[in-house]
Every structure is written in structure tokens, then in C-alpha cells.
């Protein structure tokens, strides 16, 4: 074997794999992703009033924005309508920096989604946790409830990885 031809690809927007009695696809993106550091709270309110802060496993709503907490002082900020801000240093003395090729989302849903978060995590997922990020086949990612299910946030650099590990797992 030659491994320098790859042969396994990321999701694309068409695939869903079928792991047991559940799927799992690439949600469309965001009209926008920043990644926001600062006082959370505050930083927020002014960049987007109407949005939830959500931590591991916390349910989101995909029709309003949403920020995922990644840490004390960090969050993914989901968008449906883009930011009219300047990314960078902000005068109200926080960093905004555009992630909306950084990420990308996996909707893991049905009977087996427990499974297949159990086999990719060790992180005690029914917990809880104020931030959402958790290690999936040993690389970082960042977990949120939606709807019936779950979405994975991996970092784009690594789609292709976590695909592989999916489509490898047996429920």
C-alpha cells in the first residue's frame, strides 16, 4: 500500500453515514462563526443581543444565534446574519477573529447517537459542563444539543479525521 493516496475524505454536504440506527451529516454553515475572548456576558450583549451562551450537551436553537462556550473567556459565536464589526481588537477591550471556515458541524442523531458520542469520548457527557469542549477520538471538538440529537464542532482540519473514526464505529 502506498500511503501516500488518501483515500478517505471529509463529509460533504450531500453524505450521511449510517452508524446503527443513526446518522450522522455535515450541517450547512453559518453565515458567520467568530470566535469572541473576553468577558462573555458583556461581550455578548453587544454583539448579539438575542444569543444563547451554551456549555456541553446544552440544547441550541438553530434559527437564533448562539455562542458556544469554549473556555472561562472564550466562545464560538454562531450566526445567522454576519457581524457588521471589524474583526480584531475591539475598543471595548476584546478580541473577535472570523472562524467561519475554522469549524464545521456534525449532526449526530437517533437511537444510537449515545453510542457513538460514548466510543469517541470519555468525558461524562449526562454531567454537564459550563464549557462545551471535550476531546472526540482524541481531538478537540465542541458538543451542543440540537434538536433530537447532538452537534460535534470540529475544527475543519480535522474532518476529515473524525469521519474516518465515525465510519469505523459498530453500535
Known amino acids: 500500500m502506498d500511503e501516500r493516496i488518501w483515500t478517505d475524505g471529509p463529509l460533504n454536504?450531500?453524505?450521511?453515514?449510517?452508524?446503527?440506527?443513526?446518522?450522522?451529516?455535515?450541517?450547512?454553515p453559518p453565515a458567520q462563526a467568530c470566535l469572541v475572548t473576553g468577558d462573555l456576558s458583556q461581550r455578548l450583549k453587544l454583539l448579539s443581543p438575542k444569543s444563547q451562551l451554551v456549555g456541553l450537551c446544552e440544547k441550541v436553537n438553530g434559527e437564533h444565534p448562539y455562542a458556544?462556550?469554549?473556555?472561562?473567556?472564550?466562545?464560538l459565536l454562531v450566526l445567522q446574519v454576519p457581524l457588521v464589526r471589524p474583526m480584531g481588537w475591539q475598543p471595548e477591550g476584546f478580541a473577535l477573529s472570523d472562524a467561519s471556515d475554522a469549524y464545521a458541524a456534525l449532526s449526530?442523531?437517533?437511537?444510537?447517537?449515545?453510542?457513538?458520542?460514548?466510543q469517541g469520548t470519555g468525558a461524562p457527557l449526562e454531567a454537564g459542563s459550563p464549557s462545551a469542549a471535550i476531546r472526540f477520538?482524541?481531538?478537540p471538538t465542541l458538543l451542543v444539543g440540537f434538536g433530537e440529537g447532538h452537534l460535534l464542532w470540529v475544527q475543519s482540519a480535522s474532518l476529515t479525521y473524525i469521519t474516518s473514526f465515525i465510519k469505523g464505529l459498530t453500535v
Open 13 to 28: 454536504g450531500a453524505q450521511t453515514l449510517r452508524i446503527g440506527d443513526s446518522k450522522v451529516s455535515l450541517v450547512a
Open 137 to 139: 477520538a482524541g481531538i
Open 68 to 75: 458556544i462556550r469554549i473556555a472561562r473567556d472564550s466562545a
Open 108 to 118: 449526530i442523531t437517533g437511537a444510537a447517537s449515545g453510542d457513538i458520542l460514548a
